[in-house]
């Protein structure tokens, strides 16, 4: 329970309810910091290795210890960090609060490694990193730079794993490392030692020789395949793709599906799905038919023009509260659960879906 203290600016101590009454919480107390000074110097002493001894008689077995907790502290911040399922964004100083929230800060504290094991928002994270890579890899501080390789790699191992989505990694690689190469050239202030940046560097191009290399294993099943299904079902699952990149990979599946992916009527709806009907009329592109390429229209409007964006799930923001969060629809549906502690009469009138592009608007100052 947070108790406010008479100076405004403070936080206040943690109070905890017990028999005899409430009691302050202090983590760090003096008495808590000796005891457990004690236990772990006797700890230490029990479970002292045989490959700990040179370490031990080198180093005085108090500096040892505290060096011990450090790291014990530090490991429990770092996976404590990722916990949080929502964030106050304030982009001012007020009597109750000080400073604002940074877009590393952002980053930093939201659970995307979590985020990135639900296949609803796996897409919606990879552009956010995409994004952050282009043009807001400077702003990042250092815990954040951290927050961002360490997803980086969770995502990287997950597609070798999983064998999904391996062209949306291969583009976040690429411009990540077209990034990193312009900023050592332009010779621009990275935050971070550079012998860091040098071994992220080397670590991406690991990464992309293994998605290169990358080889698709087909299970031997004797359940119903794509293939099996009729021409009409086909059909119907191409027009259900809103990416030109996924209908030509899987174009070249099979000679049916290569006919189907062809379809006029196919690339038409996509044009028109992404694109607004003035952005359409001013690139016509006939073929030698005298016909309109849709086909070639799609991928000329798509280097003009961005694609609208679709995605499972999205971070959302409440209006009211002012609280980026992740939306759990399963909690909301049975326990009536808005996913943050939301003070309005109607929250869900309150809540917006985030774009990538957007969740970097929110922290331009």
Known sequence: MPFLGQDWRSPGWSWMKTEDGWKRCEVYSQEFERESNQFNIINYKINLKDEDQEEYNNENCETAVKKRRKNHFNNTKSQYFYQEKWICVHKESTRERHGYCTLGEAFNRLDFSSAIQDIRRFNYVVKLLQLIA?????????????????????????????????????????????????????????????????????????????????????????????????????????????????????????????????????????????????????????????????????FALQKLYPKKEQYGDTLHFCRHCSILFWKDYQLAFLLKDSGHPCTANDPESCFMPVSPQHFIDLFKF
């Open 134 to 298: 282009k043009s807001e890899l400077t702003s990042l501080s250092g815990a954040a730079q951290k927050s961002y390789f360490n997803i980086l790699e969770k995502i990287v191992y997950k597609v070798l794993e999983d064998q999904q989505n391996p062209r949306l990694i291969k583009e976040l690689l690429q411009d990540l490392n077209s990034t990193i190469c312009r900023l050592k050239k332009e010779k621009y202030v990275l935050v971070g030692n550079i012998n860091i940046w040098i071994c992220r560097l080397e670590t991406i191009l690991v990464w992309q020789q293994q998605l290169k290399n990358l080889q698709m294993t087909q299970e031997i099943s004797n359940s119903l395949v794509l293939c099996d299904l009729p021409l009409q079902m086909q059909s119907n699952i191409l027009y259900r793709l809103s990416d030109g990149w996924d209908i030509i990979n899987l174009g070249q599946v099979t000679p049916t599906l290569h006919v189907l992916s062809e379809d006029r009527q196919l690339w038409k709806k996509l044009c028109q799905y992404h694109f607004a009907e003035k952005q359409v009329c001013r690139h016509f592109n006939l073929s030698e038919k005298g016909h309109i390429d849709w086909k070639l229209m799609f």
